[in-house]
């Protein structure tokens, strides 16, 4: 045997036991050692197969506009006070309008000239007076609104992603749709109501100095200072856990924003042995904290997560260091999620659930079954066709079919690819396509042997001349499933998927496979006739 068919036989030898090592935590995950499993993936299932959650979400892009409208309110303020331009309040109006209320026609013109040098994307509206007060009243261009839409669906999109990427959701499908929706799929999900939570929590994390000379009697009945805003802060007692909410009034402006976090942990309090999160500052916050909490030593600074205020600590000295922490008796689960939640960012807007399904495992199963049995029927009337039509010569397209089967498996979970149930589809499709190069093989070899040539001679003969056309057919195919995965989305991906890893694996083991076992066959023995 020539060294050559000893190189090549040793190939294909590593590539079967590769294989077989690659799909073992795929047929025996629980009997396999740790490190074997964590070498390599099992075949991820898409949702269809396994079962997990289908979700539609529409952001309110309005409260985007809004939310930026108030940034924009808190610069205006800044810098009307930098430039010593007289005004009597700057507020935002009717949702998405803002309006600077001056006192005379002189800071009526300060303030146009500001804006138009320091805001060119507000646009001015009609004045108006009120007694001896002029409103100037601004709004966002429409190009400004159109952008500031569009970036809060992207960045709620990645703000998505961020979470589930930590709360472990492996082969996840979130894309963008029309109308400001997001479309999510997440395959294998156990708890649905925690999913929900994950990603429908805006996240807004805010600390807010607290008002302590605020009656809370008359906030209760809607009579709020100007510039403040009614909280509740979530008490829990420690021995019975009996949760309350006690009533307190908060600056509406917000001292410090988690935007300026860097990192968020779960720790263990050892007094209480409860759960909290450790949160910590970058390096514009960190400044920022400290100043904060150095000008307000012995004042309440409350800890607000979208409006609710979770622990209101006074401050006894200047906290350096940007590191703080929130506190409110959670469970495990509630801590590691909150931590999930500010270190992936919040919400550029709030997000509502337009659309939840779940799809149950037993739906899946049934899929699965039904899948590997329309595999295995196919592969089975391939397989007698092959032997039947040609004999000897289709035992060796057996052998190279069941190797194709072997690869493709192995190549899903190699490439960590999600096999879907339209990828079940190509796979026996696959099956169907994978014996058509061994016919155009052994075809040639029969029309070789009608013209009189030996079996070795009609065997060489065969495989060149059906090389070329084997490969423009498959290549052409390939190209075609490329296409398909690269702009098709959902089911059309997954069949594209098995089908361009099933046409790269019928390729070798038609081509090469087949020619080695023809070559072993061959070698070292005269072959008078060749069973075809």
Do not use: C
């Amino acid at each position: 045997m020539s060294n050559s068919i000893k190189m090549r036989g040793l190939l294909v030898l590593f590539l079967i036991v590769l294989s077989l090592v690659s799909l073992g935590p795929t047929f025996m995950k629980d009997s396999l050692p740790q490190w074997w499993q964590k070498a390599f993936d099992p075949i991820h299932l898409g949702l269809d197969l396994q079962g997990g959650m289908h979700l539609v979400l529409g952001v309110e892009v309005d409260k985007a506009v809004e939310s930026r409208m108030d940034s924009v309110v808190d610069q205006l303020e800044s810098q009307l006070r930098d430039k010593d331009i007289i005004y009597k309040r700057v507020e935002r109006v009717n949702g998405d309008q803002l309006a600077v209320i001056v006192y005379d026609d002189t800071a009526s013109a300060a303030v146009n000239a500001l804006i138009a040098d320091q805001f060119p994307t507000l646009v001015p509206m009609p004045d108006s007076r009120s007694g001896n007060y002029l409103q100037k009243n601004y709004r966002f261009s429409d190009k400004e609104i159109a952008s500031i839409k569009d970036y809060a669906v992207r960045q709620a999109l990645e703000t998505m992603r961020n979470r589930i990427d930590q709360f472990g959701v492996s082969e996840p499908v979130m894309q963008r749709q029309s109308d400001n929706r997001i479309l999510i799929q997440l395959p294998g999900v156990k708890n649905p109501q925690r999913a929900i939570d994950l990603l429908g929590k805006t996240a807004r994390l805010e600390f807010n100095m607290v008002v302590e000379d605020a009656d809370i009697q008359q906030a209760l009945q809607g009579n709020l200072p100007p510039g403040t805003k009614l909280l509740y802060e979530k008490r829990t007692d420690p021995r019975s856990h009996a949760v309350t909410e006690v009533p307190l009034v908060v600056y509406e402006k917000a001292a410090i924003t988690g935007d300026l976090l860097s990192d968020a942990q779960v720790r263990i309090d050892t007094r209480f042995n409860e759960p909290y999160v450790a949160i910590e500052f970058n390096s514009v916050g960190a400044q920022r904290f400290e100043q904060v909490t150095a000008a307000n030593v012995g004042k309440r600074m409350a800890i607000v997560l979208d409006d609710t205020i979770y622990s209101a600590p006074v401050i006894r000295e200047r906290i350096g260091g940007g590191r703080a922490q929130i506190s409110g008796s959670f469970t495990s689960q509630e801590a590691t999620d909150l931590a999930i939640i500010l270190r992936a960012g919040s919400l550029p807007a709030p997000v509502k659930i337009l659309e939840d399904r779940t799809v149950g495992p037993s739906l899946g199963q049934d899929s699965i079954d039904e899948g590997i049995k329309s595999v295995i029927i196919g592969a089975l009337l391939v397989v007698l066709l092959m032997l039947v039509y040609y004999r000897g010569a289709g035992l060796v397209a057996n052998v190279a079919l069941a190797l194709n089967l072997l690869f493709m498996l192995a190549m899903l979970t190699m490439f960590k690819a999600t096999l879907t149930l339209p990828g079940l589809a190509g796979i026996v499709l696959t099956v169907g396509m994978a014996v058509d190069a061994n016919v155009l093989i052994f075809e040639r070899i029969r029309e070789e042997l009608h013209l009189g040539r030996t079996p070795r001679v009609a065997v060489d003969s065969g495989f060149s001349k059906a090389f070329i056309t084997i490969v423009d057919a498959n290549i052409t195919t390939l190209i075609a499933a490329l296409v398909l995965f690269q702009f098709g989305t959902g089911p059309v991906k997954g069949f594209a998927v098995t089908l361009s890893i099933g046409i790269l694996a019928s390729m070798f083991t038609a081509i090469f496979v087949s020619r080695l076992i023809f070559d072993i066959y061959f070698a070292g023995r005269q072959v008078k006739k060749l069973s075809i």
